[in-house]
């Protein structure tokens, strides 16, 4: 079975007191991951090191940051590196969100080289895709995806492609509330595995693609449930402990 993954994605949220007492309150619950499932915590860059330590004993929970620069060091004031987070023991990292890609003008080129630098040192990038409203209302979203995917993951072999985690978050759907159907998920689901293997053949199918947008307590088991879907990348249920642990439940 494919990896299935629930992500957290924190933003630029909670103080650090707030981050540790949310890490603790998860690692008090019982949830027991099976040995196919995960829980990944893309936490900011200065809460890094603690939620490594915390989790450090416990198995299927890893660490993401949520951004790296494209270089590998040198004058980039502010910037952080995927050479930095390898050595702090850093094993996933979030690329391309779509905040990133409005806020910081990232585009699928640069997105591509930040994919190139985080496998150079072992870092799995989870790479975010998915359509403005527009492009959706348009009924062209289809192809606006195969395109992010084209441009930032194509110039990998099938063997970095399989190190690579893929999000599919439609951008209508992202801290509004306002949740993809099941079958609209699935749909697109489908079609992003469907032209990874027109490029990659079978490989697709050892691929991990999360769905992401308002994936909340009560609806992420249905979601999950979908023959496609790997998981979820979570925003604002990953602040709340009882909702995140009921999302991680729900796995399957
Ligand atoms: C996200 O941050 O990637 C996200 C999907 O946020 P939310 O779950 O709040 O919609």
Redesign the pocket.
């Known amino acids: 079975m494919r990896k299935q993954i629930a992500a957290a ?1 924190w ?1 630029m949220n909670l103080t650090y007191q707030q981050a540790e007492e949310l890490i603790d309150q998860i690692l008090n619950a019982d949830i027991s991951l099976k040995a196919h499932q995960s829980a990944v915590f893309a936490v900011p860059f200065p809460y890094l090191i603690m939620a490594k330590s915390e989790l450090a004993d416990a198995k299927s929970y890893f660490v993401a940051a949520q951004n790296c620069y494209t270089k590998r060091s040198g004058a980039f004031t502010g910037e952080v590196s995927a050479e930095m987070l390898q050595s702090i023991g850093i094993s996933y990292c979030v690329l391309g ?3 990133r890609r409005e806020y910081f003008g990232e585009g699928n080129a640069m997105l591509a080289e930040k994919i190139n630098i985080c496998l150079s040192y072992n870092i799995t990038p989870i790479f ?1 895709c998915g359509e403005p409203l527009t492009i959706r209302e348009a009924g062209t979203q289809n192809s606006y995806v195969e395109q992010q995917l084209k441009e930032s993951l194509y110039h990998l072999s099938a063997d970095q492609l399989k190190k690579i985690v893929i ?1 599919y ?1 439609p951008i209508w ?5 306002k949740t993809a159907t099941t079958e609209q998920a699935q749909e697109m689901h489908a079609h992003l595995r469907q032209v990874l293997s027109k490029q990659y053949g079978d490989v697709a199918n050892e691929i991990s693609i999360l769905y ?5 307590a009560n609806n992420a088991k249905e979601l999950f449930a979908c023959p496609d879907v790997d998981g ?7 602040l709340i402990a009882a909702d995140f642990i009921q999302i991680m439940r729900s796995l399957k």
Do not use: F, R, Y
């Open positions: 994605n933003k969100h779509s905040e975010c999000a978050e759907a992202i801290g509004t509330g992401g947008g308002s994936v909340k979820g990348l979570v925003g604002g249920a990953s």
